[in-house]
C-alpha cells in the first residue's frame, strides 16, 4: 500500500524537493539517466521528490521508479528530440506556472538548457528556495561554435547560463574540463562541486545476450552533431573496409547532422554503414556487448575538448573497448586507462586504430573495462554526491 502523503499531525514532513528537466526516463537520453538517478538518491535520502518533464511521444502513460513525475507536452523535432530553442520555450513558458503553482518546495534543480535556468532561477526567488543547477555542459561555448547564430542570441546564452550559475545555491559539474570553464566564466566560487558524469552500470553490463549482428561491426550509439564531428568514422571506415570487407559500422544515432551524415553515405555509395534510431538502452548496451569497439570523437577547435562523452562510459561497462577521435579530456582518459585506442581526429590515423581493433591488436580485457567502469563511472555514485549537495542546502 503506497504510504500517505501527508504526515501526522505534529509530525514533520520530509523535504520536498523540485527536479525540472526537459527530459526524463524512460526516454534515451543522458540527461535523462543522469536526472532519474538524482531522483533515486535523493529519495534514498530522505527526500520526497516531483519531477516537472515532458510527455514520451508514443510511450503512453508512463510509470516512473522513481520520483513522482508530472509530464507537459511540448514541442519536439523530426526526430522526436527536444532541441532548439522553441521547443525549449514550449517546456520553459508552462514550467514557469507549474513551478509558482507547485505545492511548498524547499528546494529546486534544474537541468540545461540556461533559459530553463533563467526561469527556474525567477521561480526560485519568487518562492524563496535554493536552487541547484546542474552544468552539464558549456552551452554558451557551443552555440559560440555554431555557424549562423546571430550576436544577440550568442550574447543572450551567455547572459542566461552566467547569471543561473552566478545566482544558484550550488552547482554541479560532470567534469574536470566543465568545472574549469565555469570558473574562467564566473571565478571560482565554494558552492560549485565537480560529482563526475557516468553510466548506468546495472543497464549497461557485461552480462547478457549481445545484438544478434552477424561479422565485425563497430557501435556509434549517441547525438551526431557539430562539436561530435561523427563523419570522422564514415571517413575512416571507407579506408578499414578495403581490408576487412565484412566490417561494418552501426550508428543508433539521433542530432542535427545524423541525417545529413546518412544522405552522404547514402550518395556516397558506401557500404557496411548503417543508421538506425534511438533505441531503448538495453538494447544499446546488447549492440555494444557484441561490437568490437564502440566510437567517441571531439571535433577539434569547436571549444569542447574538455568534454567526456557518455558513450565512452557505455561501452566500457559492458566490457568493450573505445575507439576515440581527437584531443582532450576523453582522449587522454582513455589512452591514461587502456581504455581501447585514442587518436588525433584524422581520417587515415582513425583507420588506423579501427584497423588495430579488428585486428586485435593492444585490445584491453573486458575485464579491466567492466571494473575501471564501476570504479570511477557509475552513475548510481554520481549521482550520490549530487544529492548530498542539494540536501546540504535545504531550508527545511
Known amino acids: ?5 501527508t504526515p501526522r499531525r505534529g509530525a514533520r514532513r520530509p523535504p520536498h524537493v523540485v527536479v525540472a528537466t526537459r527530459v526524463y526516463a524512460p526516454e534515451p537520453a543522458a540527461a535523462a539517466f543522469r536526472q532519474e538517478a538524482l531522483v533515486r538518491a535523493l529519495e534514498e535520502a530522505g527526500a520526497e521528490v516531483t519531477v516537472l518533464s515532458t510527455t514520451v511521444p508514443g510511450a503512453g502513460p508512463v510509470r516512473s521508479a522513481a520520483g513522482r513525475v508530472s509530464r507537459w507536452p511540448v514541442k519536439r523535432d523530426r526526430q522526436g528530440q527536444v532541441r532548439g530553442y522553441l521547443s525549449y520555450l514550449s517546456f520553459d513558458v508552462p514550467l514557469a506556472l ?31 528556495v535554493p536552487f541547484t543547477f546542474y552544468a552539464a555542459d558549456v552551452w554558451s561555448d557551443a552555440t559560440d561554435s555554431v555557424e549562423g547564430v546571430p550576436a544577440l542570441v550568442r550574447h543572450a546564452v551567455r547572459w542566461a547560463e552566467k547569471s543561473v550559475w552566478t545566482r544558484a545555491a550550488h552547482v554541479l559539474t560532470i567534469s574536470p574540463g566543465v568545472q574549469h570553464r565555469l570558473e574562467q566564466l564566473v571565478g571560482e566560487r565554494a558552492c560549485t562541486t565537480m560529482v563526475g ?9 557485461d552480462r547478457g545476450e549481445d545484438g544478434g549482428q552477424e561479422g565485425p561491426y563497430f557501435v556509434y550509439a549517441g547525438t551526431v552533431s557539430e562539436w561530435q564531428g561523427a563523419g570522422i568514422f564514415v571517413d575512416a571506415f571507407t579506408r578499414v573496409r578495403a581490408a576487412h570487407p565484412t566490417a561494418r559500422l552501426l550508428f543508433f ?24 534510431d534511438r533505441i531503448p538502452p538495453a538494447e544499446v548496451a546488447a549492440h555494444l556487448r557484441g561490437a568490437i569497439a564502440g566510437l567517441s570523437s571531439i571535433t577539434p577547435g569547436q571549444g569542447y575538448e574538455f568534454a567526456l562523452p557518455t558513450k565512452i562510459y557505455a561501452a566500457t561497462a559492458t566490457g568493450t573497448p573505445v575507439v576515440h577521435a581527437g584531443e582532450g579530456a576523453a582522449h587522454d582518459r582513455i589512452a591514461g586507462h587502456d581504455l581501447g585506442w585514442a587518436c588525433d581526429y584524422d581520417p587515415d590515423a582513425v583507420a588506423e586504430v579501427m584497423d588495430r581493433a579488428l585486428r586485435n591488436e593492444g585490445t584491453p580485457a573486458p575485464e579491466h573495462l567492466r571494473a575501471w567502469t564501476l570504479r570511477n563511472a557509475s552513475l548510481a555514485g554520481c549521482a550520490k554526491q549530487a544529492a548530498e549537495q542539494v540536501m546540504g542546502g535545504l531550508r527545511h
Open 1 to 5: 500500500m503506497e504510504r500517505s502523503r
Open 98 to 128: 507549474r513551478l509558482l503553482l507547485q505545492r511548498p518546495m524547499d528546494a529546486l534543480v534544474l537541468e540545461p538548457p540556461p533559459t530553463t535556468g533563467v526561469v527556474g532561477m525567477v521561480a526560485a526567488a519568487i518562492r524563496r
Open 197 to 205: 558524469n557516468g553510466i548506468d552500470t546495472g543497464t549497461f553490463t
Open 253 to 276: 544515432s539521433e542530432g542535427s547532422g545524423r541525417d545529413a551524415l546518412e544522405a552522404r553515405v547514402r550518395a556516397e555509395g558506401t557500404e557496411g554503414i548503417e543508421f538506425h
